[in-house]
């Protein structure tokens, strides 16, 4: 009998828009009331902290809310009524010989739940060991072996005892092709914004492996495999027993299930209970016993309608769901399910056609500490499993992208287009590429410490920007603590204005874009001037210890006096820009110098990834969390840092499902009065962003995030097609357009405008790489 819990009543679930329009009313009233907040922040600002950080724990612990319990959400046996049974249904079957066949299904070693070789073990202790059973057919499936050399040598081994099996073959396209899973989360934004770092570590490895289902699904191929298995054995025999690779029938174990069968015949499944094994050559003898408590394997009559449920992945429970969806009682009854859990199935009439027949042996998984019972063992199997899971597939994936990254070294600029460029001078963009890079020979090194004063610190080799509309405060002596003064621009903090040299924002932009067409152009037209002044660039920046930039942002959008003069987290945007730049640099031949750079940018990536500044940026929902996963992608993909460009991958897919609703929209770039202007370039931040992670080998374009990055692209091009009707109060250039029509032909193979009319460079605040044609991830139409 299953227990019957008491049920919560949940709250329901707010849509991305009705959150966007509250954020849009709580904005508008701190608008307002912005004067009054500033002069009272000294007060204000410890107890708003005190509250932000209140509220989310507060968030935290209802977000972890289980769901139920299993039991409790599948409902009770004793209330379902038996179904009417088909008599002549009935006695046809039982009329059937009682014939059996056995598939056990073999999958991978997951690593450090099983020990390495453990299944190939496994299967020789059977087969050598293992007697006839009667009336049995032993078959065999191996599911998605991805090791070639020990899938064949789980062959040899079949063949030489001449046994019958399938092969569900492992395609390595398939699975980078598999995104990531965020249907059972309620808000995608939990893996972007902070909630990962705030609850507890077993929870937050549950979630990360949750994120992984549809890739696990495709691997582990659990209930997959155990259908298939289930139908191949219906084409040999009565009673049908799918069971894992790891079960193995003494001769006294196989008469007790087969005599248990044989007297309840009109069931249709029969549970069979496991005992663990510690040293498989216990099984050896033939008088030993053991204890038969673990969770039990799964035999079915021909008849039996019900199948595993292949939502539920590997290590969240998918054998299970069947248990509680037939009532059967044990243990799993209990389990909590997550609040990101798919829920069990309804208790189904099949509960009553269920028995109970034999045991059956598990073979020693190759971890002695795991294979003790008791409720500590199993949460360490529990652990180790969600690990091996995790590292498995995160392995597989990584064997891609590092051979992608070995064999380009590019990421951004498609070299086999720039060989086709450089051949042809008459080419637009070649004559305003060779036009850029003699002006950009024409100007100075640029030096972080060439400013006139330096940032709060007090280190000219420290980054500085002020903050654009925040001025000293006219009614304190020093001025202190700055004061906002919206649309009034403190002078210098445009680029490339007069006075801009004061800061080092217009310098940053000018050696990202000087250094790029000054390497184009030396691989364009092979002449060494270019590249020496490229490398000049690069060495004065970030090598030299005089001249070099410290590798941070803690000086970028200074507000005086606030925050002991660090600057905001919306600073960290100001290096967006190093996707096409550090591409650029690797067409440089000086392996000296890229070391260097490699130096400064493994420093500044630690800092993104480490600061508060950091993990403010990455937390936005905005086009300032795009930029931050772009750029530090870029650094990682450059570094040949294959785990950070995982978690990127990881973090943006589930960030543009959570902030772009599936028709496209983007609610939070609607907030600004510059709304087609921040919808374009947050776009084009995210195909920039895409664009990267294919070039390394990663596949977010197949995934559900990249069908929805498409809708935003097809919804953008088509509100400003039929003429933008939402706040923008500067002129928008339409050209803009282009490139991002340009990647949805690239993805779709369809799009509207034509390219010859678009520039080959556009303004930095654009979004668009110089000379973007000659990168990769763009159709170009002529």
């Not at 690779?245 to 008469?255: D, E, L, P, S």
Request: some cysteine.
């Amino acid at each position: 009998m299953i227990m019957k819990l008491g049920t919560e009543a949940r709250k329901p679930t707010r849509s991305l828009e009705e959150r966007i329009r509250r954020k849009k009313r709580r904005n508008l009233i701190l608008i307002l009331l912005s004067p009054v907040l500033v002069l009272l922040s000294p007060v204000l600002l410890p107890i708003y902290l005190v509250m932000r950080n209140r509220k989310r724990k507060m968030r935290v612990a209802g977000l972890q809310r289980p769901k139920g319990r299993m039991g409790e959400i599948a409902g009770s046996l004793a209330s379902v009524a038996p179904a009417v049974r088909d008599e002549g249904e009935e006695e046809r079957v039982n009329s059937l010989p009682d014939t059996f066949a056995l598939c056990r299904i073999i999958g991978n070693d997951l690593i450090p739940r099983h020990a390495a070789g453990q299944s190939l073990a496994n299967l020789k202790f059977i087969l050598e060991n293992e007697p006839e059973l009667e009336n049995c057919t032993k078959l065999w499936i191996l599911n998605r072996i991805f090791d070639p050399d020990n899938e064949a040598k789980l062959l040899s081994l079949l063949d030489e005892h001449q046994q019958t099996y399938e092969r569900i073959p492992f395609d390595a396209d398939e699975l980078q092709t598999t995104g990531y899973d965020f249907e059972t989360f309620e808000n995608p934004l939990v893996f972007s914004d902070g909630t990962l770092d705030s609850v507890e570590a077993e929870t937050r490895a549950r979630m990360v492996t949750q994120a992984y289902r549809a890739k696990n699904n495709y691997v582990m191929n659990n209930n997959g495999a155990r259908n298939a298995a289930l139908k191949l054995c219906l084409h040999h025999a009565k009673w049908a027993l799918p069971f894992d690779g790891n079960c193995y029938f003494t001769k006294n174990a196989w008469g007790s299930f087969r005599d248990d069968v044989v007297a309840n015949r009109d069931k249709r499944y029969f549970t069979v209970p496991m005992a663990r094994m510690q040293d498989n050559a216990d099984l050896l003898d033939d008088d030993a016993t053991f204890n038969a408590t673990e969770e039990p394997q799964m035999a079915f009559r021909c008849d039996a309608p019900l199948r595993f449920d292949e939502t539920h992945p590997y290590g969240r429970r998918p054998k299970v769901e069947l248990f509680v969806h037939l009532g059967i009682e044990g243990p799993w009854q209990y389990w909590l399910v997550d609040f990101f859990d798919s829920p069990p199935r309804k208790v189904s009439p099949e509960g009553h056609r269920v028995a109970q027949a034999g045991w059956v042996a598990r073979l020693f998984s190759g971890q002695s500490g795991l294979e003790k019972e008791g409720t500590k063992s199993l949460k360490n199997r529990g652990l180790a499993r969600n690990e091996a899971i995790r590292a498995t597939l995160d392995m597989l994936e990584a064997s891609k992208v590092t051979e992608k990254l070995r064999g380009h070294g590019h990421f951004f600029y498609d070299p086999d287009r720039l060989d086709v460029l450089s051949a042809n001078f008459s080419d637009p963009d070649y004559i305003a590429l060779l036009s850029a890079a003699d002006e950009a020979l024409t100007r100075g090194l640029y030096s972080v410490t060439d400013k006139p004063e330096p940032a709060p610190s007090g280190d000219l080799n420290d980054y500085f920007h002020p903050a654009p509309y925040w001025w000293p405060n006219p009614k304190k002596k020093d001025g202190l603590p700055y004061i906002r003064q919206d649309g009034k621009r403190v002078p210098g903090t445009r680029l490339y204005e007069a006075d801009s040299d004061r800061y080092d924002r217009t310098r940053l932009q000018r050696l990202f874009d000087d250094t790029t067409v000054l390497v184009l152009a030396a691989r364009a037209t092979g002449e060494k001037k270019y590249s020496d002044k490229a490398e000049s660039l690069i060495q004065t920046w970030f090598i030299n210890a005089e001249t070099r930039m410290n590798p941070n942002l803690n000086f970028a959008q200074v507000r005086r006096g606030h925050q002991d003069d660090k600057g905001l987290h919306h600073g960290v945007i100001e290096t967006k820009d190093f996707y096409f730049f550090l591409d650029a640099a690797q067409f440089l031949e000086n392996e000296v110098l890229i070391e260097g750079l490699k130096t400064w940018c493994s420093e500044f990536l630690g800092w993104l990834t480490t600061s508060e500044q950091g993990a403010d940026e990455c937390r936005a929902v905005n086009n300032h969390g795009t930029c931050f996963d772009l750029q530090t992608a870029s650094i990682a993909a450059f570094l040949n840092d294959v785990q950070t460009l995982q978690e990127i991958n990881l973090r943006a897919q589930a960030r543009i499902l959570g902030t772009i609703t599936p028709s496209g929209e983007q609610p939070h770039e609607m907030e600004r009065t510059l709304t087609q202007h921040y919808c374009t370039f947050n776009v084009q931040s995210w195909i920039n962003l895409f664009n990267l992670l294919e070039s390394v080998g990663l596949r977010p374009w197949s995934s559900a995030a990249g069908e929805r990055l498409i809708s935003a692209m097809k919804h953008l091009l088509s509100e400003s097609g039929e003429g933008w009707s939402h706040p923008q109060i500067e002129p928008f250039n339409m050209a803009r357009l282009v490139p991002i029509d340009c990647a949805l032909r690239e993805r779709t193979g369809t799009g509207i405008w034509k390219t010859e009319d678009a520039p080959c460079c556009y303004y930095p605040h654009d979004g668009v790489a110089p000379f973007w044609r000659q990168a990769s991830g763009y159709r170009i139409a002529q």
